[in-house]
């Protein structure tokens, strides 16, 4: 057990660079995850801007530059915008962020199993982040899109695959160590007197997440190396001229590609567990089930990757099979959201800023989840494979429920992470544009792939009016969203001066905000080894329990 | 607005058989009516009481001041499994019967082969006569955006006959692309070194877009091409039965990486 070093200033972030630099303590890496994480989530989402803009009107109007075409810029643009908003933001904040300053706090730990391999994980990770802005310069434009599909991403048309397959194996790394780190210590660090039953669902779905990782990145790392050996070492695995197989490549990126989307979703599934049930003074309705539905989906996810190939030649009897198996995560996840709906029966709910995000998140899951189906449906996803009713669907989840989560996340933690209260009223303003904004540009996405079979991936497309005409309106949404998130950072800044809060304003007899210090103390609790009473649960609100609403 | 109206018909009511557009596209209409609608119902159930509890249970100070303390329900929990366990094998099958009429050519069909390349598309008729369609003849050069299809000139489309299953086998020279009949709402990949099939049927003469819609590079936007639906004897005629004169390449496909 390494000893994290102390700084002698007695909170958690009075130190020196330094000491940032070379600690060890999970609550720096996390930070360290976390700022990394938001900062990429600004660029991959000025991506998204230009993404928008160019799409507004018919025509190239990205300039071409440094001997490359517009488009090349523009499909540029799309691999920054998915590789990134994908892994450094939708699996980082969550695995990297959330998890590393929450779990121990959670389980009445010291620290993480391993602190050094933490620190490890953090800075390969940090590796590939740089080695992502090295493809900011101009000829090294990686252009085969976030899954970079053989044959295509062994042409000289796609920007350099060496860097891709480094950036990607970097961040395997950083994944599988991130992972064993959680899986160890949620299961041997636990405090005294806490059961499987006794967890906060944040730390069932961290644990299901870190799972998934764990047997899902070698698949991904498998898929990448081989698209190396077979570009600059001669070898065939994916070259159909000398009797490789390009579906070999999908299958083995989309083994890993799809179960990573429950990486991203399941803790924002349990951040939104803990807000709905602390904010509604309420237990959360069915916990075992609640516990036992993120596992399901965790082990249903790695059945059914073949769903994002049914358009790809696999034989057809292939696809029936995968597509009931698709729609059998429909079941866990239709579970979770009749149990949140069933907690707030009953209850006595404060509407504030964590509140709402998680409502939206929960509403506009709702909706994603519902969209699923289409895509899981092979009859309807023969006629929408690769429209733009997937990418509307996958923002519906991805771009709202998870962000939403996250930023629930964000200002739920935030007295205990600072030290210090949020702006109340900017904050429902920014959630308000944020949903508003989103569900304008997302709907009109899907309504654009379903109705009018509009392609993804297209800068150009005929100038058909109805097409334009949508695709305006989804920029004013991007833009109404843009401003909201603006706010929320604005927001997080600014609150840095902002009140002091007390050690539990929101009154959660969960052991991060009862058992610790705002902001929290060195060794984050007061007195090693935390015990808990027999008749404690995270989610246990009685009656008279005190609160500072 | 077309499009709009069209899928409110869509989804108002079932679509009488003359009035049928495109094979497949009736049987995705089909399994996306029957989804709307379910999916419509299961947001309604859910949606509704949860905006009603935010209401009903919000914090009012002096009056409701805790939650009660429920932790759950076996039998409710059991129900709400077990029902949508049934609603997803009923869309599985319903899916699935579509789908085994989506994929399956009836007899008699016209067999066409199309081979992609990066990018723009070859069309191949059992009589030998190729098209072939790069951007360049679907765009206007001096704005260099796409055309309509009607302004597109004539050389650059493919002929089908109107009223006649049309069966389709691909497969590409380099990447992997996919052909995507617009209006029909059917797709399948060109995957070099295979040979991948999907059929489709237009009733209505006139001129549909087909995209390739698998990521294929840089003008991966650009390679459209047109479909030109007329009549069975007009078809015949510009078919003819010697071997046809091929558009000439305009641009060079690119090259792939070879060891």
Redesign the interface.
């Known amino acids: 057990m390494a000893v994290a070093h102390v700084p002698p200033s007695g909170t958690w972030y009075g130190a020196t660079l330094k000491e940032w630099i070379l600690t060890t303590d999970h609550k720096k890496v996390g930070m360290l995850y976390f700022i990394t994480s938001l900062i990429f989530f600004i660029v991959a989402g000025l991506f998204g801007l230009i993404i928008r803009f160019e799409q507004s009107a018919p025509g190239i109007q990205l300039p071409g530059m440094f001997g490359q075409e517009g488009a090349d810029l523009y499909n540029y643009v799309l691999t920054g915008h998915g590789a990134v908003m994908l892994l450094w933001w939708a699996v980082t904040v969550w695995t990297g962020g959330f998890a590393n300053f929450l779990v121990p706090l959670m389980i009445g730990a010291r620290d993480v199993a391993f602190p050094r391999l933490n620190a490890f994980s953090y800075w390969s990770f940090f590796g590939a982040s740089l080695l992502v802005l090295l493809t900011l310069i101009p000829n090294n434009w990686i252009k085969m899109l976030w899954t970079g599909y053989a044959p295509y991403s062994m042409n000289d048309n796609a920007g350099p695959t060496s860097l891709y397959v480094l950036i990607v194996l970097l961040y395997s790394v950083s994944s599988t160590a991130g992972s064993v780190n959680m899986i160890t210590t949620i299961v041997s660090m636990r405090a005294k007197g806490m059961g499987w039953t006794k967890l906060n669902l944040f730390v069932h779905a961290i644990m299901a997440a870190s799972l998934i990782q764990l047997f899902g990145v070698p698949s991904l790392m498998g898929s990448v190396i081989l698209l190396f050996t077979d570009k600059y070492l001669g070898t065939n695995f994916y070259n159909p001229m000398l009797g490789g197989d390009p579906l070999l490549y999908q299958h083995l990126l989309w083994f890993y590609s799809h179960p990573v989307v429950y990486v991203m979703i399941l803790p924002a599934f349990g951040v939104f567990s803990e807000v709905i049930s602390t904010m509604s003074r309420k237990p959360i309705f069915g916990y075992i089930s609640m516990a036992l539905a993120i596992y399901a989906i965790a082990f249903v996810g790695f059945e059914t990757w073949v769903h994002h190939m049914f358009v790809s030649g696999v034989p057809d009897w292939l696809r029936v099979l995968f597509s009931y198996t698709t729609l059998f995560v429909a079941v866990p996840t239709g579970i979770k959201i009749f149990n949140w709906v069933a907690t707030l029966h009953k209850a006595s709910i404060r509407y504030n800023t964590p509140m709402l995000f998680t409502f939206g998140g929960i509403l506009m899951f709702l909706i994603g989840g519902l969209t699923g189906i289409p895509n899981a449906m092979v009859s309807i996803d023969i006629g929408i494979s690769d429209s733009l009713f997937i990418v509307g669907h996958f923002h519906y989840v991805l771009g709202m429920a998870l962000t939403f989560g996250a930023f629930s996340g964000i200002y739920y933690w935030y007295p205990k992470v600072t030290g210090r209260m949020f702006s109340e009223g900017l904050g429902k303003l920014s959630f308000w544009l944020m949903l508003v904004g989103a569900n304008i540009m997302f709907f009109f996405q899907m309504y654009m792939g379903m109705a009018e079979g509009m392609p993804r991936r297209y800068p150009d497309y005929p100038p058909i009016p109805e097409w334009v005409q949508l695709m305006q309106i989804q920029t004013v949404g991007a833009l109404i969203m843009s401003v909201g998130i603006l706010l929320s950072f604005i927001n997080w800044f600014r609150s840095l001066k902002g009140p002091k809060a007390p050690d539990n304003p929101w009154g959660s007899p969960s052991l991060e905000w009862s058992m610790t210090t705002t902001p929290v103390g060195p060794n984050n609790f007061k007195k090693h080894p935390v015990e808990v009473p027999d008749d404690w649960h995270p989610y246990a609100y009685y009656k008279g329990y005190h609160t500072h609403i | 607005?077309?499009?709009?109206l069209?899928?409110l018909l869509l989804v108002g009511t079932a679509m009488a058989k003359e009035d049928i557009f495109a094979y497949?596209?009736v049987?995705?209409e089909n399994?996306?009516t029957v989804?709307f609608w379910?999916?419509v119902a299961?947001?309604i159930i859910?949606?509704v009481?949860?905006i009603y509890?935010?209401v009903k249970?919000?914090?009012?100070p002096k009056e409701?001041?805790?939650?009660?303390?429920?932790?759950?329900?076996t039998a409710?929990?059991i129900v709400?499994?077990v029902i949508?366990?049934i609603i997803?094998?009923f869309?599985?099958t319903?899916?699935?019967a579509?789908?085994v009429k989506?994929?399956n050519a009836p007899e008699g069909a016209l067999e066409i082969k199309v081979t992609a390349f990066?990018w723009g598309w070859e069309f191949e008729y059992p009589n030998g006569k190729k098209v072939y369609t790069f951007f360049n003849q679907v765009a206007d050069p001096e704005?260099?955006?796409?055309?309509?299809?009607e302004k597109v000139d004539d050389s650059a489309k493919a002929y089908i006959p109107a009223g006649k299953p049309i069966k389709v086998y691909c497969t590409s020279r380099?990447?992997?692309h996919?052909f995507?009949v617009?209006?029909a709402?059917?797709?399948?990949?060109c995957?070099?070194?295979?040979i991948?099939k999907l059929w489709f049927q237009f009733n209505k003469p006139g001129e549909y877009?087909v995209?390739?819609?698998?990521?294929?590079?840089?003008?991966?936007?650009?390679m459209?091409s047109v479909l030109k639906v007329v009549s069975e004897d007009e078809f015949n005629e510009w078919l003819g039965g010697q071997e046809a004169q091929q558009t000439a390449p305009a641009n060079e496909p690119?090259q792939?990486?070879?060891?």
């Open positions: 607005m077309r499009n709009l069209s899928l497949p596209r049987y995705w399994s996306v989804w379910v999916a299961i947001y859910v949606a009481p949860s509890f935010m249970y919000r914090y009012r409701n001041e805790e939650g009660a303390h429920i932790e759950g329900n409710i929990e709400w499994t949508p366990t997803v094998l869309l599985g319903y899916s699935f579509n789908f989506q994929r990066m704005k260099n955006i796409y055309l309509m299809p380099d990447v992997i996919s995507f617009h209006e709402r059917v797709t399948e990949d995957v070099p070194g295979r991948t877009w995209f390739c819609r698998e990521y294929c590079g840089t003008w991966h936007s650009r459209a690119a792939t990486v070879q060891q």
